[in-house]
């Protein structure tokens, strides 16, 4: 079976700073890996995914993540964060040998401080 | 279009009303699905339709029933709720079979049952 961590509920960083939200999964093929945001009494927003090729995604708002194969991580960063990045983001991961659904992360929710 | 668009964005009722959450998209995404989010934790699947066909109940209670009458829309019909059912719902699409896709959520339903 598939699964998703996310070993930090809660990260505080400085506005400006450089930010990381971990994520590591489990899952018996080869993942496709992906991260949302939600905002306050909204729905899901698509982040970035990887699915194959370089291992660095870049995706909206300046994020980035790294997928690291060998320990089975997928962590969400940006260079300089922004008070407007504090949100809930979501790591997910689909089995590439199983199709259809997503299994969510339990969500961190991240607050940069001016 | 790139939306799913969700109705109502609030819904209060009580324990024996019968009410109805729609969904609709019109990306041509031929998989739908409903999640129910309590806050500040993952959503949790609750059904998938593909090609308008229901293909996964994740053991809903039937006082939940889905429908999907065309390829653009779902509908969430709900019938003598209770206080614990109150929740996010959220719906999302996505191409079927298309893992390496990641699904569009609407921006949910605020649902309130008293």
């Known amino acids: 079976a598939q699964s998703v961590a996310q070993p930090e509920d809660q990260v505080n960083v400085a506005e400006g700073n450089p930010l990381t939200v971990k994520c590591t999964y489990s899952v018996s093929g080869n993942p496709y890996l992906f991260w949302y945001v939600q905002y306050p009494n909204r729905g899901l927003q698509f982040l970035l995914k990887y699915i194959t090729g370089d291992n660095l995604v870049k995706g909206s708002y300046g994020f980035e993540a790294e997928f690291n194969k060998s320990q089975t991580s997928f962590h969400l960063k940006k260079p300089s964060a922004l008070v407007s990045d504090s949100a809930l983001y979501f790591c997910a991961v689909r089995d590439r040998s199983n199709g259809q659904n997503f299994v969510f992360g339990p969500g961190t929710r991240l607050s940069v401080l001016p | 279009d790139t939306e799913v668009t969700q109705t109502p964005k609030h819904l209060v009722m009580g324990m024996t009303n019968k009410k109805s959450l729609k969904c609709e998209q019109h990306?041509?995404?031929?998989?739908m699905y409903w999640y129910k989010q309590k806050a500040k934790k993952p959503p949790e699947l609750m059904f998938v339709?593909?090609?308008?066909?229901?293909?996964i109940n994740e053991s809903v209670p039937s006082r939940f029933s889905p429908e999907c009458p065309n390829s653009s829309l779902l509908n969430l019909h709900l019938h003598a709720l209770q206080p614990e059912d109150s929740a996010l719902y959220l719906c999302?699409?996505?191409?079927?079979?298309?893992?390496?896709?990641?699904?569009?959520f609407g921006s949910g339903t605020r649902l309130t049952v008293v």
């Open positions: 999302a699409s996505s191409p079927p079979r298309g893992e390496n896709y990641g699904y569009t």
């Open positions: 339709y593909s090609y308008e066909k229901l293909s």
């Open positions: 990306m041509g995404h031929r998989a």
